[in-house]
């Protein structure tokens, strides 16, 4: 069982490499009131969880999903203006407003932060984060990915400094390639991509629960989508019914897993992985979510890994979030 269940981390890799080439749209409903809402999601989290709670069912607007192996190839389809709502973690999302990109923060999805960690290679005399003084650490998949926050929480909590290690960065699938191969000897990464690394003989250095991380992911919206009475209004309805969504999930996590086992052609237990390390709640941009995602932003700010500095409260639209 377990053999089976590395094989196919192995082929969810490969899986996410497919869909990070390059974004693909794939129609939920068709568009009833001549609206349609583009969604930036990556490696499909946010759509299979959505189409298996059928979440959309019976909405008077279009839905496209675009998907993405990471944040920072998502944030640039933002950019250029093909997507009109797009889900990642707090620091990519805040890397992007603080490089220009023209976008709100709508709504939080929250978890564990236990799918964000730090691993090392076997036998890189690496066995802890004290030991990473000097080393090189690879961190996926850009500047402002979350895994560097957790690094910099994790060095902090280790009485070392961001200077006191070398970072470069990589996309998921490339860094997992050279970490498999023994190019890389320490990978900061999330989500899918860390699981197959500790798969492929990596070791745990630390996760981002217990505070290193905050949890929080970000619906942001286009500034143009929110210009758009039509598209905001449905960008509304969107997270009520996203909200529905995770509660669903946390209901029939059982079923959430078999969605993801058929949408990636992969055993359910490899997908419960996945499962426990998914959104438990969604919430409303509040001044105590504010507050927390600000803090992130100082940080890095503070090792000068997001400059400029983001006002978190001034780059957030807490309209949006439906009144419940």
């Known amino acids: 069982m377990i053999k089976s269940v590395l094989r196919t981390l192995a082929v969810l890799s490969i899986a996410a490499l497919t869909l990070g080439a390059c974004s693909s749209a794939e129609d939920t409903n068709a ?19 959505a189409e298996a709670s059928d979440a959309f069912a019976g909405a008077d ?36 407003i603080s490089a220009g990109v023209p976008i709100k923060s709508v709504a939080a999805f929250k978890s564990d932060g236990n799918g964000n960690v730090i ?28 895994a560097e926050y957790l690094l ?19 996309l998921p699938t490339d860094a997992q390639a050279a970490f498999v191969s023994g190019n890389i000897d320490v990978w900061a990464t999330f989500g899918i991509f860390g699981n ?26 286009t500034d143009a989508a929110l210009a758009d009475p039509a598209k905001k209004t449905a960008l509304t309805d969107a997270i009520a019914r996203l909200d529905k969504a995770v509660q669903w999930g946390q209901e029939h996590p059982d079923l959430w897993a078999q969605a993801i086992a058929k949408a990636n052609n992969t055993p359910v237990e490899t997908a419960e992985v996945l ?12 001044p105590d979510v504010v507050a927390d995602i600000q803090v992130v932003a100082d940080t890095m700010n503070g090792v000068g890994s997001l400059q400029p500095n983001v006002d978190v409260a001034a780059t957030s639209d807490p309209s949006v979030y439906p009144v419940r």
């Open 119 to 146: 691993i090392a290679r076997e036998g890189s005399g690496v066995n802890s984060v004290a030991d990473l003084k000097g080393k090189t650490v690879t961190v996926s998949s850009a500047k402002g990915s979350i």
């Open 275 to 286: 499962v426990q390390q998914g959104n438990k709640s969604t919430t409303a941009l509040t």
């Open 196 to 221: 197959i690394g500790l798969s492929r003989g990596g070791t745990l250095l630390v996760d981002g629960t217990d505070g290193r991380t905050t949890g929080i992911g970000i619906l942001s919206a």
């Open 31 to 49: 568009p009833a009131s001549g609206v349609t809402l583009t969604f930036g999601d990556q490696v499909k989290g946010l759509q299979v969880l």
């Open 61 to 96: 607007y279009g839905i496209e999903w675009a998907q993405f192996q990471g944040a920072a190839p998502l944030f640039e389809a933002v950019k250029g203006g093909s997507v009109d709502t797009g889900y990642a973690a707090d620091l990519p999302t805040l890397q992007a």
């Open 152 to 170: 910099v929480r994790a060095l902090e909590e280790a009485g070392l400094s961001y200077s006191d290690v070398t970072v470069q960065y990589l």
